[in-house]
């Protein structure tokens, strides 16, 4: 036997211990990191189912969904034709009305401001709608059109709209 | 100011920029790098460190319980069980936590077993001693409080019946009863202190661990011969031979709690969580051999 390290082995060994190590620690923090993401119940809580058979033409209903307020508006045919007949081209944040919505009476929008978070009036009759007949939002004056688009204000998105679908005629899944 | 001020030189310049301004990287190296440990200790010096890491593990884990802990009457229960059935992981935490709190105590009283079987309590370590039982009191306290925050009828009659020990001194008893429950029987004042008192008093126990510690290397380990050290020749380095050691008895006392924790953690611990939870004890070992490596990496940088 001879006293000379063997280098290679040397390298090999401690390579092969830093990644399994890595690999234990990442295994061992993982669970601790996890714990932190939403739980099942609030992922339950992820979905909502709305009746939408009561909502007039022209009206529009929140509902809460994931803590946040979703409106939705069953449009009049003059709004569906206000929010097509917009040039693509002169909108911040360009997109078609088709785009952003599954039938054309209803829009659902997250009524969350895409400027710094608050809720848009226009909900009510009585609100302020804004310059271009949708949404207000009267932190820092941005303008929402019929189809939820930003038009004027600080705002540099258009108003989201959530994942749904129509479980039939008369009711929608949220999420 | 003194300029001429003898400083440590590493290899490293951000070692050295530290160094020169609070000069714990030359601590470290010495209290933990060149300790001189008598030749001959056995595995019953490791239960130290493996205290160390339980406590160290009851912390973590504690923190990331009371993340999803509700200190109130009416919902602490019930967001217990909500820890045990929603919560990503939150059953592994909770048994990680509430088995861990008994190893925690198996492996101290082997600690103390040593202590006293090899005379490590006399002179010059009676402070050591003294502190050791200070830590051990805390510890009592902190599961004591610890098991009556999930608010079952464990932990409101155990939190019934000790604080009850206390009316049984005279003249003040019943005061300072009602005093510590903070109402006159246990209830919602009581179980919000006492969670209080639960988070802060592993980081007091923590505090006196690192006295307990800096008091044993004064004078340096005992050892099983009970005769005190006469040379550098009957030491070695704690680094790497001591630290080995540990690494070794460290992933050892995991396998074995993992063993109990997958198999009795609680009734609905089925086999099918066995898998996973032996999967988790085999990378806990691992992870703690990755710390033994980056003190291996940062003796490569002349620690
Ligand atoms: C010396 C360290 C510690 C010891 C010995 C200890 C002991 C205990 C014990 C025996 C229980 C009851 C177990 C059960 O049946 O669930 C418990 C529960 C709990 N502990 Fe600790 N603990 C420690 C540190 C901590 C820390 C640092 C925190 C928070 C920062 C914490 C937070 C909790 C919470 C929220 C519970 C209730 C959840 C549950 O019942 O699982 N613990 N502790
Ligand atoms: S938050 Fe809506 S305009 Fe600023």
């Avoid at chain 1, 600080?154 to 989201?160: G, H, I, S």
């Avoid at chain 2, 995991?254 to 939870?277: E, N, P």
């Amino acid at each position: 036997m001879t006293n000379k390290t063997d280098l290679k082995k040397r390298d090999f060994l401690q390579l092969s211990t830093i990644t399994i190590g890595a690999v234990g620690t990442a295994a061992f923090i993982w669970p601790f990191l996890k714990s932190m993401s939403p739980a099942e119940d609030t992922l339950a809580a992820g979905t909502t189912e709305v009746d939408i058979s009561m909502i007039e033409e022209g009206q529009s209903i929140t509902v809460k969904w994931r803590g946040k307020p979703v409106f939705i508006k069953k449009r009049t045919q003059n709004e569906i034709n206000e929010a097509k007949k917009v040039e693509i081209s002169d909108l911040k944040d360009p997109q078609a009305d088709s785009e952003r919505v599954k039938k054309e009476e209803w829009l659902v929008l997250v009524g969350v401001c895409t400027h710094l978070g608050c809720v848009p009036l226009g909900q009510k009759v009585s609100d302020m709608k804004g310059e271009y007949d949708g949404w207000y939002c009267p932190c820092h004056g941005s303008h929402y059109d019929t189809s939820g688009r930003i038009r004027k204000g600080p705002a540099p998105k258009n108003l989201d709209v959530p994942p749904y679908a129509f479980l039939n005629d008369t009711t929608i899944k949220i999420g | 100011m003194d300029q001429n001020r003898k400083v440590h030189q590493f290899k490293n310049p951000i070692l050295n920029w530290i160094e020169f301004r609070l000069p714990i990287i030359s601590y470290f190296k010495k209290e933990y790098g060149e300790y001189p440990m008598p030749k001959n200790c056995n595995y019953f010096w490791s239960f130290g460190a493996l205290a160390t890491i339980t406590l160290v593990t009851m912390i973590v884990s504690g923190i990331f319980l009371a993340m999803n802990y509700t200190p109130h009457t009416d919902m602490a229960f019930d967001s217990v069980e909500r820890i045990m059935r929603d919560v990503n992981y939150g059953w592994l935490l909770r048994y990680i936590h509430s088995n861990g709190a008994s190893f925690f105590f198996i492996i101290v009283y082997i600690h103390i077993v040593r202590a006293m079987y090899f005379g490590s309590y006399k002179y010059p370590r009676e402070l050591n001693w003294i502190l050791g039982v200070f830590i051990f009191l805390l510890m009592m306290a902190t599961s004591f409080l610890g098991y009556t925050l999930p608010w079952g009828q464990m932990s409101y009659w155990g939190a019934t019946v000790i604080t009850n020990l206390f009316s049984a001194i005279p003249i003040v008893g019943e005061g300072l009863k009602t005093w510590l429950l903070g109402d006159y029987n246990v209830g919602n004042a009581t179980l919000n202190r006492f969670f209080a008192l639960h988070y802060v008093l592993p980081f007091v126990i923590f505090g006196v661990v690192g006295l307990h510690v800096a008091a044993v290397h004064v004078h340096g380990s005992n050892n099983p011969d009970g005769i005190e050290i006469k040379s550098k020749n009957d030491t070695v380095n704690f680094f790497p031979y001591m630290l080995i050691k540990d690494t070794i008895t460290g992933p050892l006392g995991c396998l074995v709690i993992w063993r109990r924790l997958s198999y009795f953690g609680d009734t609905l611990a089925h086999s099918a969580l066995l898998g996973v939870t032996l999967a988790y004890a085999f990378s806990l070992n691992i992870a703690f051999s990755v710390f033994v490596i980056s003190v291996t990496n940062l003796k490569a940088v002349n620690f």
